[in-house]
């Protein structure tokens, strides 16, 4: 049975391997269906598709944009155009707010004793910052084993150095990728309790839902697909791979069928 997952991070944003490294991962795993999702940026796209071609694993072009909105509502993109001027301006000034964030954060921990220069931490041009550079940071510190105790200690909502995502409103990611000529989809919906809204993003362009994601129960996912065909949106598969030493390190997939994912097929490369 061919494997898809659609939903993937690299060293361009939060991820642990190159876009390279990447993909042959993806086809050790038997990967038949890929999109690497970057948050806010497609600056890994040189590099994963002729790496993907090589693999010769079927892609679509992606990316995740992170909302002020909430801090796991997260729109993907899929089959954008990588050449549009807008996204990537769009991308460039939500990378300018992520650093802002990122800045205020290292503030906080600077007044709880914790220094952590800007300069340090990994961020070359075209890739995105965010909390997990910040929780690398604390870990090699040895202030914290990984990445999710250093958010639980310091970094998610209610820790003494979080602070507020400050990227665009649901409604502006969903234009952004959609006039890059993408479908808009909802990530991990399940991560958004009573937050998550459906027919109001619906309202706004939304396209589909990741209604198959790890942390789902099968329950869940069921109810997700049944509420996508009601609503007339599509769904999509992601495993949210990050990498080695992320914590969200196993790349796996999701059996391929033309049932669930007929629409998103039309985007393949």
């Given amino acids: 049975m061919a494997l898809i997952n659609l939903h993937n991070h690299s060293t361009y944003s939060d991820g642990t391997l190159a876009p390279g490294p990447l993909a042959r991962e993806a086809k050790r795993a038997g990967i038949a269906y890929f999109s690497l999702t970057d948050h806010d940026t497609i600056g890994g796209w040189g590099e994963m598709e002729p790496a993907l071609k090589e693999a010769g694993i079927k892609y679509c072009y992606?990316?995740?944009?992170?909302?002020?909105?909430?801090?796991?509502?997260?729109?993907?993109?899929?089959?954008?155009?990588?050449?549009?001027?807008?996204?990537?301006?769009r991308l460039a000034g939500y990378r300018e707010l992520r650093l802002v964030r990122v800045k205020k954060i290292l503030g906080l921990l600077k007044g709880l004793g914790i220094e952590i220069p800007f300069s340090e931490l990994p961020l070359p041009k075209n890739r995105a910052a965010g909390r997990p550079q910040v929780a690398d940071a604390l870990r090699a510190r040895k202030l914290v084993p990984g990445r999710s105790q250093a958010f639980k200690r310091y970094l998610a909502p209610g820790a003494p150095a979080y602070v507020e995502p400050s990227g665009p409103t649901v409604e502006e990611a969903i234009r952004a990728i959609k006039e890059a000529g993408g479908k808009a989809v909802l990530a991990h919906p399940g991560a958004l309790g009573k937050a998550?809204?459906?027919?109001?993003?619906?309202?706004?362009?939304?396209?589909?839902?990741?209604?198959?994601?790890?942390?789902?129960?099968?329950?869940?996912?069921?109810?997700?697909?049944?509420?996508?065909?009601?609503?007339?949106?599509?769904?999509?598969?992601?495993?949210?791979?990050?990498?080695?030493?992320?914590?969200?390190?196993?790349m796996k997939g999701f059996d391929y069928s033309d049932d669930y994912f007929s629409e998103i097929k039309g985007l393949f490369l």
Avoid: C
């Fill in 62 to 89: 992606g990316v995740e944009i992170s909302t002020r909105q909430h801090d796991n509502l997260h729109i993907l993109g899929y089959g954008i155009d990588p050449a549009h001027p807008a996204l990537a301006e």
């Fill in 196 to 250: 998550l809204d459906l027919q109001a993003w619906k309202a706004m362009g939304l396209d589909g839902i990741e209604a198959f994601y790890p942390a789902h129960t099968g329950a869940a996912t069921r109810d997700f697909v049944s509420l996508a065909a009601r609503l007339g949106l599509f769904v999509t598969a992601g495993y949210d791979f990050h990498g080695p030493g992320s914590e969200r390190n196993e």
